[in-house]
């Protein structure tokens, strides 16, 4: 059962620029945690921030979290080719350990 | 480089054939999954263990059957498989223990074509 809903589903931005990406999701959660893939590969850990957290950054990655309104994005600065990859966020179900749910997914491409 | 490996990375077979998938970590970690993914959708979550205990089964069908013989090893057996389970195998592992689930380390997959 899938929880997460991304947008945008395709997004397609020339190097240099910034993106974004939203995510928002049903139930009470532990944490929220992001992660890329590139092509037919596994998926790659980014950055975890938990159900306390509103902000957490790391390179030049930053997530938010709104718990409010269930929903958290990823913004990517300054892109490069290289971050070209699907990115999904996945949801740490709250009192269900180890249950984590992922996102529908939102396809990158940066061009150079 | 991924630290949990998965073999095979590529398997072929028929319906009735008997086969198993398998995911190795040495990591120290307690906690590993099972994911099937398939073309452009999300992983879906199928199993965890948790301390080599099922902790977690996602009403996969039974001719899925997962076995963790010890902490550092977790298999996927698989029996009279359909057409349509033909997707990309992924395992993944955690530092397991408390509430929340950490970072999650996954293997390359293991891609499975059902004829």
């Known amino acids: 059962s899938q929880q997460g809903e991304e947008d945008p589903q395709a997004l397609s931005i020339q190097e240099g620029e910034n993106a974004t990406m939203n995510c928002s999701y049903k139930t009470s959660i532990n944490n929220l945690q992001w992660y890329r893939q590139n092509s037919g590969r596994g998926l790659v850990h980014l950055i975890l921030?938990?159900?306390?957290?509103r902000e957490k950054h790391s390179g030049r990655l930053r997530v938010t979290l709104d718990t409010s309104k269930k929903s958290s994005s990823l913004l990517i600065t300054a892109s490069r080719a290289a971050d070209t990859a699907s990115y999904f966020c996945?949801?740490?179900?709250?009192?269900?350990?180890?249950?984590?749910?992922f996102g529908q997914g939102t396809e990158l491409s940066v061009k150079p | 480089d991924t630290e949990v490996t998965q073999t095979p990375k590529h398997l072929v077979m028929g319906m009735t054939n008997k086969k198993s998938l398998k995911c190795e970590q040495h990591m120290g970690h307690r906690a590993m999954y099972w994911y099937k993914q398939k073309a452009k959708k999300p992983p879906e979550l199928m199993f965890v263990?948790?301390?080599?205990?099922?902790?977690i089964n996602e009403s996969v069908p039974s001719r899925f059957s997962p076995e963790c013989p010890n902490s550092s090893l977790l298999n996927l057996h698989l029996h009279a498989l359909q057409p349509e389970d033909s997707a990309l195998y992924l395992c993944?592992?955690?530092?397991?223990?408390?509430?929340?689930?950490?970072?999650?380390?996954f293997g390359e997959g293991s891609r499975l074509t059902v004829l």
């Open positions: 921030i938990r159900s306390n957290e």
């Open positions: 263990y948790s301390y080599e205990k099922l902790s």
């Open positions: 993944a592992s955690s530092q397991g223990g408390g509430r929340a689930t950490g970072e999650l380390f």
């Open positions: 996945a949801t740490d179900v709250y009192n269900q350990g180890g249950k984590l749910i």
